[in-house]
């Protein structure tokens, strides 16, 4: 990634734009997927210099994604804890680490473990998986009981043409209605599936376990996954819930920016997210 006009080098950073954290509030992280299509290391230079407080690592084709011992010198050079792993199970990482779905999912949570986060990201299988859609809840009970990272399986959406709904994934796209103790919920995805989110995230109550802050305007693709604060869904709603809810995890900016032109214009809506985050977040404990 080439150095914008005004812009700070590894040597000179400017100083954080999202103001510090007070002690005891959830960690805003971002998102390496909210970089594309930059790479993974620009993202970590991004968080640092915005003042996130770690990474959410997607799993892509990209070398540096699935190498802990790379991940772990881009947190400690750029001061950027990696807190959670979004394993490569979405359908343009199909190959990465292999078909098999199991051996993928372990091999992510021993990557969160080298790293010291918390949260494996997953989701529901796809139809056509059919060994994996069989076992799905029971294999992860078995999985999650061999580590301490959590499994957090997440929402996804059907597909909706007039009255029929029509969905890749199974045994269900809602993580409300599966077996599993621990659920991602994504503010973009229930956009796309015409959810209430706030509902959601009552019936979830102690199984939402992780949060991927983002925003869409209508139901049925594309999957926006916009600034928050720019599309119909509770994003700030949802923020000042979470501390009365005694909400453990963290906040994920997972944003698109793939339209930005410029490096410059990526980091103002990587900014902006981090700072409505931030202000929505503090704001409710302001008033706890």
């Known amino acids: 990634m080439g150095q914008a006009a005004g812009r700070p080098g590894a040597t000179e950073r400017a100083a954080p734009s999202g103001g510090s954290q007070p002690a005891g509030a959830i960690p805003v992280v971002l998102s390496t997927a909210s ?52 394993s490569p199970c979405l359908l343009i990482t199909q190959r990465v680490w292999g078909r098999e779905p199991w051996p993928k999912l372990i091999r992510a949570a021993e990557v969160a473990g080298k790293l010291g986060a918390k949260v494996v990201v997953v989701h529901p299988p796809f139809r056509w998986q059919r060994e994996y859609v069989r076992d799905f809840e029971a294999g992860l009970a078995r999985t999650q009981a061999e580590t301490d990272v959590l499994f957090a399986v997440e929402n996804i959406y059907p597909l909706r043409a007039g009255s029929a709904e029509v969905t890749a994934f199974a045994p269900h796209w809602n993580p409300v209605e599966l077996d599993c103790p621990h659920v991602t919920l994504d503010l973009s995805h229930t956009a796309v599936s015409d959810s209430d989110a706030l509902e959601m995230a009552d019936k979830l109550g102690s199984r939402l376990a992780h949060v991927h802050l983002a925003d869409g305007t209508k139901p049925g693709l594309p999957d926006e996954h916009l600034v928050p604060g720019r599309g119909n869904q509770p994003c700030a709603e949802l923020l000042g819930r979470l501390g009365g809810m005694g909400y453990r995890g963290v906040v994920v900016v997972e944003i698109t920016t793939r339209r930005a032109l410029s490096t410059q214009e990526r980091y103002a809506d990587l900014e902006e997210s981090l700072e409505f985050a931030r202000h929505h977040l503090r704001a409710a404990s302001a008033l706890a």
């Not at 690592?57 to 400690?76: F, G, I, K, N």
């Open 35 to 86: 970089v594309f299509p930059e790479r993974t290391p620009d993202a970590f230079e991004l968080a640092s210099r915005a003042g996130y407080d770690g990474i959410e690592v997607m799993v892509t084709a990209d070398p540096v994604s699935q190498d802990p011992d790379v991940l772990r010198r881009l947190a400690d050079y750029h001061g950027i804890p990696v807190l959670a792993v979004h």
